[in-house]
């Protein structure tokens, strides 16, 4: 039988991020999420915590936990502000992790010490803009090997963590010959890379997501991260695993609705009497948390199979798909619970409702996520 019960230093770790994802984050994310500032001095705290360490091994200045442990914390983040979770997700699981998985010892040695302590970020470039949920067919960024050194050109969009003051480096796929896709390390400030202005975004006001691009950019041949060609499986790996984390952070998200709902029903008044004494809002607030139980169990298992070692891309998107239905549903029914209220974005339901639906476009949109599933039930792709 499975065990969802966390381990003492589980939990433990689960509690000191939620104190301070209310004691630190709470108080100031409203008014940077306004403003669209990078939280800088959260991200700094966040990194002194161990938190952009976790899943790494001592030996690169990480804290030797795994990845489930990193997604408690992106949950226990997303409950108050998904600007600081997400920034986490992609600094590890899309910055990090492709070095880690798939870097030289001089690559891990070099740039995993940083990353791992917060100091540092780094991005992951695969997204273009012509190319959606069709990467390989829709990639145009080029590089090819000239005199020991790698010459990209071309362009990505939609990228975290690629333009902040603490961006050292961005992880990027380039055909580098026919049908053949590998990943190269283009360090920040290397001339003919240029980092775009700041989107301006529905929801994520307070992370870091631009355009890039490349123009004769020469890095030395050994910035390649693993075998050439290797670049579509890496990416596939890559994505595999941050869906896990996207769901945990869908999960923190959903219950972050429940936790303001249950908040606001026992003091909000209507013709004389809490909301929350009303069936109708109860079972409102219960389907919420079905939807976050369900979802939550959802990631859990799959982490469970991915650090067991098992194939976990079926229940990865599995996951995602349900965790990402729950934060949409969940922030539709807390917007409506909360009346105008929920529609003001001084009230965090309204931040919540601006940041749910990219959940289910981010790292393999939801029609995506079904297309998995039915390939991996043995159906026809």
């Known amino acids: 039988m499975i065990d969802f019960r966390l381990t003492e230093e589980q939990e433990a770790l689960r509690q000191t991020v939620a104190e301070f994802a209310r004691e630190v984050v709470a108080p100031v994310i409203g008014d940077l999420y306004e403003r669209g500032e990078f939280p800088y001095e959260i991200i700094a705290r966040m990194g002194k915590m161990g938190l952009f360490g976790l899943p790494f091994p001592e030996e690169y200045g990480g804290m030797g936990g795994d990845y489930f442990t990193l997604c408690l914390a992106l949950e226990e983040l997303a409950r108050?502000?998904?600007?600081?979770?997400?920034?986490?997700?992609?600094?590890?699981?899309?910055?990090?992790?492709?070095i880690f998985r798939f870097g030289s010892e001089e690559q891990k040695r070099t740039w995993l010490p940083r990353l791992c302590s917060g100091e540092r970020l780094a991005a992951f470039?695969?997204?273009?803009?012509?190319?959606?949920s069709d990467v390989p067919g829709g990639m145009r960024t080029t590089a090819r090997l000239?005199?020991?050194?790698?010459?990209?050109?071309g362009s990505k969009s939609f990228i975290t963590n690629s333009g902040t003051d603490i961006t050292s480096f961005v992880t990027v796929t380039a055909l580098t010959g026919e049908r053949e896709i590998s990943t190269i390390i283009v360090p920040s400030g290397t001339p003919g890379f240029t980092v775009g202005r700041k989107y301006s975004k529905v929801g994520w006001s307070s992370s870091d997501t631009r355009e890039l691009s490349f123009d004769d950019v020469r890095v030395p041949e050994e910035n390649l991260v693993g075998p050439r060609g290797r670049g579509y499986a890496q990416?596939?790996?890559?994505?595999?695993?941050?869906?896990?984390?996207?769901?945990?952070?869908?999960?923190?998200?959903?219950?972050?609705?429940v936790d303001e709902c249950l908040r606001y029903v026992k003091e909000r008044e209507a013709f004389g009497r809490t909301i929350g004494e009303y069936q109708a809002i109860q079972?409102?607030?219960?389907?919420?948390?079905?939807?976050?139980?369900?979802?939550?169990?959802?990631?859990?298992?799959?982490?469970?199979?991915?650090?067991?070692?098992?194939?976990?891309?079926?229940?990865?998107?599995?996951?995602?798909?349900?965790?990402?239905?729950?934060a949409m549903d969940n922030a539709r029914d807390?917007?409506?619970?909360?009346?105008?209220?929920?529609?003001?974005?001084?009230?965090?339901?309204?931040?919540?409702?601006r940041d749910a639906k990219i959940l289910e476009i981010g790292e393999g949109t939801s029609e995506v996520q079904r297309m998995i599933i039915a390939r991996q039930l043995g159906l026809p792709g």
């Open 80 to 98: 108050v502000d998904s600007s600081v979770s997400i920034t986490l997700e992609a600094g590890v699981s899309l910055g990090a992790m492709p």
């Open 125 to 132: 470039g695969l997204t273009e803009a012509g190319g959606g």
């Open 146 to 153: 000239e005199d020991g050194h790698w010459i990209i050109n």
């Open 235 to 257: 990416f596939l790996r890559i994505l595999d695993e941050g869906r896990i984390a996207i769901a945990a952070l869908s999960v923190g998200l959903a219950q972050g609705c």
């Open 283 to 326: 079972f409102k607030v219960a389907d919420m948390e079905v939807r976050t139980h369900t979802a939550r169990v959802a990631y859990y298992a799959a982490a469970a199979k991915m650090l067991a070692g098992e194939p976990f891309k079926k229940e990865a998107a599995i996951a995602k798909l349900v965790a990402s239905n729950a």
């Open 334 to 353: 807390a917007t409506q619970i909360f009346g105008g209220y929920g529609f003001m974005n001084e009230y965090p339901v309204g931040r919540f409702y």
